[in-house]
């Protein structure tokens, strides 16, 4: 067996610049750092699986983190994406902006997200959009949440909805 490359992303020691590997045809994401990336390229990672939407109850004595199958209520169950993205903190103060500064802090980021995945220095999974070339791929492989979370104002106590799939 041949073994496959290890590329580290995060810790390029003489990046040379965005066009870095330009010319063999290496994916943005492998040739870049995320703090390289331009804005678009950040927000193109995102496979719109919505499992960082879900709710999540911390622990306040352990600090641990539990995922419910709860959406929040700005999620859009049919489309997984953010109903409000550019004024959700309007509406969900608490909402945690990602960045290439904070991804690897949050470690309660789904490990099938493709920034947490980055940032560990792992590649991304062929069902995700910029590899397989189409969105409904996420659903296919069960990563979305659709057809498997609960409207928040249907929901009651989230200690009642606590699941082990989204992380
Ligand atoms: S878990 Fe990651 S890839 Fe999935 S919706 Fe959230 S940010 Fe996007
Ligand atoms: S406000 Fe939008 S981006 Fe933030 S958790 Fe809710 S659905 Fe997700």
Partial sequence: MVPRPVINRLNRKNPTGPNVNANQNVPFWRAKPLSELSLQEWESLCDGCGRCCLEKL???ETGAISYTEVACPQLNPDTCRCANYAER???VPD???LSPANIQDLKWMPSTCAYRL???GKDL???HP???GDPGTVAVAGISVRGRCVA???AGDL???IVAWPE
């Fill in 58 to 60: 911390e622990d306040f």
């Fill in 159 to 161: 200690e009642n909805h």
């Fill in 152 to 154: 928040a104002h249907d």
């Fill in 118 to 120: 980055l940032a560990e």
């Fill in 95 to 97: 909402c945690v902006p």
């Fill in 130 to 132: 910029l590899i397989s």
């Fill in 125 to 127: 999974y062929d069902w």
């Fill in 89 to 91: 903190h309007r509406y």
